[in-house]
């Protein structure tokens, strides 16, 4: 009978599966120079297979099992494999009884420790201790960036007429929070938006997409920063969000001889909202899409400057920012706006000449303005129209 060394235990494990009993002794013959059969092969093969059941420990190691305050599982086990296998995080959580399919590993440690036989000899065995964490469900932003770039572009027959005058029409949705609010809500506001863009042939229609379109940036119930807020339905907020946007972009492509899509990040959906813009951008290759991360942005029609950011960040100084960030386009303009979200109320402070405004929402008070004692906002979004010239007026939906 042959006794097996670890090295040849190692190139066996390896072997497993990769042809019958009798190919794998072949293959074993010819590498280390020895005389095994294909029964020989399978009886080690099954031996080794018992590590999922537990091997006798030698005198000193007891297994050992633990659940986390956590929700994490600690498992200990001895277990006789080929050392390679200890970096195969599937093969570490199947021999400790865990579906690499419902679990993540997220630590392993391990020790060498010997064991003699008289069939064998002395085999060296791995004390294995890992750490796992059941799988959070549903969502992977990695998987969600495949799916987007296989949608197929939306072709839209374009009206060859030309703008009627040169007026711009931008359409701030600053902080919708789809997931509180959800599509049902807000389609009166569609219907008005939908009202204003057929009115004209806009020379250049401009969305402002994210800024807290969505109420959370994952599955867990939080922000992007990871702050636990209400856990809504993120499936249904999506599906609501692309139901509201995507028959008004589809209506300004055909009124408006050129549609800008601008990404402004929010501080509750700053990946899945960078994430819903891809979605845009693969379904309307007719519209010119700015989808960079980067916390301030301006836009120019005209004489018109628009500065555009969500407004949680360096709040108090934005009229000194946007001239520094942007210098060329703030001093070409005589026109000069800035516009924020975040804070779920109308203001507006003129600033020697520049208007920094902070729009107001329709979105329902959500919990944490409740309880933070932020009620009583005009719920309205607001339209801005433009001449190449000036901001004409101002339209609440």
Known sequence: MHTWTQEET??????????????????????????VSGESVRKRLKRIEKADDGINAPAG??????????????????????KQKLKDKDYLLKVHGYDPKEWDLTESKWSEWGQHNKQDGTVTLYASKITVKPKQSGFNIGDLITAIQNIKPITITLD???????????????????????????????????????????????????????????????????TVIENVDMVKAWEDARKFFEPLIELAITQAGKVNIIYSSGNHDEALGWAFIQMIKARYPQANIDDRMQQRKAYVFG?????????????KNLHNIFPIEFPMEWSRAKNREIHTGHLHVEETKDVFGMAVRTLATRNITDKWHRDNGFVGAHKRFMLFEYSDKELESIHYV
């Open 61 to 82: 190691f007891e297994e050992s099992f633990e659940i986390l305050p956590n929700g994490a599982h600690r498992s200990k086990r001895l277990l006789e494999m080929a």
């Open 160 to 226: 060859p007429t030309e703008p009627t005058e040169k007026r711009m029409l931008e359409i701030p949705i600053f902080d919708a929070h789809f997931g509180i609010s959800d599509y049902d809500y807000y389609k009166p506001t569609q219907q008005k938006i939908i009202e204003k863009l057929s009115l004209y042939k806009w020379e250049e229609v401009l969305f402002i997409l994210g800024q807290d379109m969505l109420h959370n940036d994952n599955f867990k119930g939080t922000t992007s920063n990871g």
């Open 10 to 35: 190692e190139r066996l494990i390896e072997l497993a599966g990769t042809g019958t009993y009798e190919e794998v002794a072949a293959r074993m013959n010819d590498d280390f120079g020895i005389v």
């Open 303 to 315: 004489d018109n400057f628009i500065g555009i950011t969500h407004g949680d960040k360096a709040r």
